[in-house]
Every structure is written in C-alpha cells, then in structure tokens.
C-alpha cells in the first residue's frame, strides 16, 4: 500500500475558514488544498501556513477557457505555487460556447505554461470537459500533455451523473488521475448531500486499493460539502472532519 498525501480543502469548514488551520494541525493533518492568493497575499498565507505546520499540496487555481489569453491566466499564478511549494493546480473548467478544438488547444497551451514552473494542472469532476470518466478520457487523449490530468471527485461522479458506478468510472481513468477529492455522498442525482467520510455510499477502502494499483501517491484531499437546508456551526464542522480524519485512519491512510 502507497501513503498518498492526505489533505483537507479548506472550504469543508464553511463559513468558519478561520477554524481551519489550527483544528487541522491539532488533528495531525499536515496538507491542505486552498485557493491561489493574491500576490500581495503570498507571503501572508505562506507565515500562516508554516505557523501550524501545514503545506498546500493542491491550490485551486482560476483558468477560463473562453478567453485567448487562457495560458498567460495560468501563467501569472504560477509564482504564488512556487513561493508555497505547491505542485498541482487543480481547476473547474467547461468549453461551453468555445468550440472543443479551441478549448483543448488552449487547455495545451496552458499545461505547456504549468510544467515550465514544474506544475500539473488537474481538472475536476465538473461539467461539460470531466463529468464522468467518457468525457474526461475524451478531453485528456485530445489535449494529451503530461501536466494536464484529472483531479477525481468521488462524489461529483455521483452528482453530475445518473446510474453510475463511481469505482468503475475511477478505474477508467486512473491513469490520468492526478489528484483526489476524498468526498462522499448518498449517491443521488444532483442531490445536495455531502456527509463525513464512511457516512455514504463510496466505498473508499477500493478507491484506494484502485489508486494504489497504479502507483497514485498524489494529494487526496477531504472535502465535506455538508447537507442542504442544514445550518452549519462551528462544532458541526469541525466535527465532521474531524470524524473523517478519523474514518481515514481507521483505514490505514494516515
């Protein structure tokens, strides 16, 4: 069994950000996924960061892909991965209006500007360029750049798509998969419905025993959405990633 870096998106703790940091680092966690900051902000997030000893292993980066000058986007972020160390860049991307030839031109022309900082660009489980694993294969083989590949949601595999089976869509692009959102659901059609780890229907123990398989030991970051309609306090958040760091290590993963 490989260790993959185990990692927490700060965003599972909405609205309460603030907690994260310190809770996370009291939990033994050492990684986090964050949003790129500003660059008068690098070197704030940088003091915070080392402060409860934490590293980004993933930043969620901005890369629109109607605009030409998409690549020079992903360019000028790249200084603030370096400053903080972080090596994948993981994004919400969709072609919409923009013809599929253009938008995987310009995806190229984007993963061209990240390896040159030593960067992989992961593209998350969103529509309409990595729904399900038909489409992400579809977009990886024609963009075909080493530093362009899929960070793999195992809940929006579930949410974007109907009667599917998230283990057998992993398996088909395991291959591809950069980075992970340890996330998990009840499974329903674009149901709001996002609990602790162990609470749903994914079976994590076999997305690990696939990742393995193919020698993953990138960032698998926990990401707890929360339920719809429900309000969220500070002991419910912090609750529930604290029972999922649990629910991992129950696993072996940490």
């Known amino acids: 069994m490989s ?13 309460f950000e603030a907690l994260a940091y310190e809770h996370l680092a009291s939990l033994g966690l050492r990684f986090v996924e964050i949003h790129v900051p500003a660059g008068d902000q690098v070197h704030a997030t940088r003091d915070a960061l080392s402060a409860y000893g934490l590293t980004a292993s993933t930043m969620q980066g901005q890369l629109d892909l109607a605009r030409p000058d998409a690549a020079a ?25 923009t013809p599929l030839n253009v938008v995987y031109d310009r995806l190229r022309s984007a993963g061209d500007e990240a390896a040159r900082w030593g960067v992989t660009i992961a ?17 990886m ?3 075909n750049h080493p530093s362009v ?40 059609y674009r149901h709001w ?29 926990l990401e707890i959405e929360g339920l719809e309609g429900e309000a969220r306090t500070e002991r419910l958040v912090c609750d529930r990633v604290a029972e999922s760091v649990g629910y991992l290590r129950g696993l072996g993963r940490i």
């Open 123 to 139: 593209v998350e489980t969103h529509p309409d360029l990595a729904t399900n694993a038909q489409t992400a294969l579809a977009t």
């Open 73 to 97: 986007q992903v360019a000028a972020q790249m200084p603030a991965l370096e400053a903080l160390g972080t090596k994948i860049m993981m994004v919400s991307v969709k072609a919409g209006q």
């Open 141 to 143: 083989r024609a963009v």
């Open 193 to 221: 419905h996002f609990p602790a780890l162990g609470r749903g229907v994914v079976r994590f123990s076999e997305v690990f025993r696939i990742l393995d398989s193919v020698g993953f030991a990138g960032p698998c970051t």
């Open 149 to 188: 590949r899929i960070n793999f949601d195992t809940a929006n595999i579930y949410f974007y798509n109907r009667d599917v089976d998230g283990l057998a869509e992993l398996r088909q692009v395991a291959d591809y998969v950069a980075s992970v959102h340890l996330k998990d659901t009840d499974g329903g």
């Open 3 to 15: 260790k993959s870096i185990i990692a927490c998106r700060i965003s599972s703790y909405a609205p």
